[in-house]
């Protein structure tokens, strides 16, 4: 039943991906036919008659009298729909609240309906399609099988009104849960355990039974190594559970939902024999190893991705690497269409889009372009107008086109508005240092298992504080030589701070961290609300106190005389 349901939801995919490849040669069409139907939808709202939508009939005069609003325009509204208060901004009923990370500023509501939940269905349905061609590029005989997942799915909590709030990924997947079910190898209330690590752990069991198991998906790539890392750490006690048919009593569940998933688990003896042997082969379990079958990982390019992409090989090998959809708790704005591809192709069905180029950024009400009008290789603020009610939305994200599939803009998130770093005027982006990483790594042949910028607290100008924390059994010879490649590096990457450093910015210090504290900054986030599955880390921060408390085992700076040293 399994198989004929993904067979049928990989056609089904095929078929939305052939219907999206038709629009993306004639996008503005396509983005005309959207707006026209969304505006005859929610007209009649009460921000759709402040703003006119009723009157409006091509998008000149939308971009003409709709004004672009940030959140802080739309939080009022969004309180009332919270307190249960209709046709606020959607003209359907709210069914449930996305709750944007949270990891650059507060918190932000974003209203779900049926209409908006459809419209991003059909993004990721047109997703797999282009994902299940390129598989069968790759091999014409491969058929769509379950992935493995660990994200978190349980709602966070209820308004006043009884609407549901909590992560995109939440909602999104129980709204579509019987596709969940049918997608992924592990049982849905598997990924309503609350405990990180035994979430993961009976994730893992459940998907280790199946030796078809085909993919691995997590939203962000640190969660995707996440997965490997527990997979490896807990290989011995996985085995046994599967031998034993038990699910380890030292797991954090609630009764209930250990009692449930028991009644789904049984032993997998001959599977357990064969992990077995593979353990002691090779002396640890990586995916790869786990599921010769394995065709690709989806997980989000782009942004601080290719950091965590360097460490992938050690676990996954030649696998390749699939971005699913460019998204946020507030839209889908981009379709993957090929594996190990950052350009995503503008999700001309899930919204409408405008650009705001870069010499308009600091424009209140700026000039914005539209589609057919972006040039390869320019980068622009994205703005958007979607079924969730948010209308000329700017949700603050930098993207850069990068080519054209047919008509239609291939685009990649780069970073944050806002999220910049600057000594004096340099602006600084995670894109920047994140270059300037993948290159030293290599160079000084080490791993490294995170970092963050930051900047000194007792100096101004201030000198860059390059943070790292090493992988395990990594050691670093050269500090001193280090810290005066990340100079060149990064003025290489970004010339402005080239420039100040030899006129204005002292050189950079390094600081290695003690083992464990960007575990220790990723568990404070969680703290503050972030959910497990939203969890990405900042590479560059402007809060001069983000990474206080923890342990510098040494802090190296370079003599005055390489101050400046290109």
Not at 92 to 110: A, C, D, F, H
Request: net charge neutral.
């Amino acid at each position: 039943m399994t198989n004929f349901l993904l067979s049928t939801l990989g056609a089904f995919g095929i078929y939305a991906k052939e219907q999206f490849v038709r629009k993306t040669k004639a996008p503005i069409a396509a983005q005309e036919r959207f707006l026209r139907e969304l505006l005859r939808i929610q007209h009649c709202t009460e921000l759709g008659y402040k703003f006119g939508l009723g009157e409006i009939q091509t998008t000149r005069q939308f971009r003409d009298r709709v004004p672009l609003w940030s959140y802080s325009d739309y939080e009022p509204y969004m309180e009332r729909i919270a307190r249960g208060e209709p046709n606020v901004l959607t003209a359907e009923p709210v069914v449930y609240i996305n709750l944007t990370s949270g990891t650059t500023s507060k918190q932000k509501m974003v209203p779900v309906t049926r209409q908006f939940s459809r419209s991003l269905s059909k993004a990721n349905a047109t997703s797999l399609g282009f994902a299940l061609e390129a598989m069968r590029r790759r091999s014409p005989k491969l058929e769509l099988g379950q992935l493995v997942s660990a994200n978190f799915v349980k709602v966070q909590g209820k308004t006043a009104a009884g609407i549901k709030y909590g992560p995109v990924t939440a909602g999104s997947y129980r709204i579509n849960r019987f596709v969940c079910e049918q997608l992924f190898a592990q049982p849905f209330r598997a990924m309503e355990i609350a405990d990180n690590l035994s979430r993961h752990y009976v994730c893992l069991l459940f998907a280790l039974a199946n030796p078809q198991t085909r993919g691995i998906t997590a939203n962000f790539p640190m969660l995707v190594l996440q997965i490997c890392g527990y997979l490896e750490q807990y290989a011995e006690a996985l085995i046994e559970d599967l031998q034993r048919g038990t699910i380890a009593s030292w797991l954090t569940l609630e009764p209930d939902l250990r009692a449930g998933l028991e009644r789904q688990w049984s032993a997998h003896p001959n599977r357990a024999a064969e992990l077995q042997a593979v353990l002691r082969s090779t002396g640890r379990l990586t995916p790869q190893a786990a599921w010769s079958k394995l065709s690709f990982v989806s997980t989000a390019r782009g942004g601080t991705s290719d950091f965590y992409f360097e460490r992938f090989p050690e676990y996954f090998g030649n696998t390749p690497i699939f971005g699913g959809v460019y998204g946020t708790a507030e839209g889908t704005f981009g379709i993957c269409h090929d594996f190990d591809q950052d350009g995503s192709i503008l999700a001309l069905d899930s919204g409408f889009y405008e650009f705001i180029p870069e010499s308009q950024w600091e424009v209140t009400q700026p000039q914005t372009l539209l589609p057919n009008e972006l040039q390869i290789g320019d980068r622009y603020r994205i703005v958007v107008t979607t079924y969730s009610g948010l209308y000329r939305y700017d949700i603050g994200d930098v993207v850069e086109v990068v080519g054209f599939y047919e008509q239609t803009p291939l685009v990649v998130f780069r970073h944050r508005r806002g999220g910049l770093l600057s000594a004096t005027t340099e602006k600084t982006t995670e894109f920047h240092v994140i270059q300037a990483m993948q290159v030293l790594q290599p160079e000084f042949g080490l791993q490294l298992e995170d970092f963050c910028i930051t900047l000194s607290d007792r100096e101004f100008p201030s000198p860059y504080l390059v943070n790292i924390e090493l992988a395990a059994g990594a050691t670093i010879a050269n500090a001193a030589g280090f810290l005066t490649r990340f100079d060149y590096w990064l003025g290489e990457f970004n010339q402005p701070y080239a420039t100040v450093r030899s006129a204005q910015v002292p050189p950079p210090r390094l600081r290695i961290l003690e083992r464990g504290s960007f575990a220790i900054v990723r568990q404070r986030q969680i703290d503050r609300g972030t959910s497990a599955s939203q969890l990405k880390l900042l590479h560059i921060s402007e809060d001069r106190q983000f990474l206080q408390g923890l342990t510098v085992l040494e802090e190296v700076q370079l003599p005055a005389d390489l101050s400046g040293v290109r």
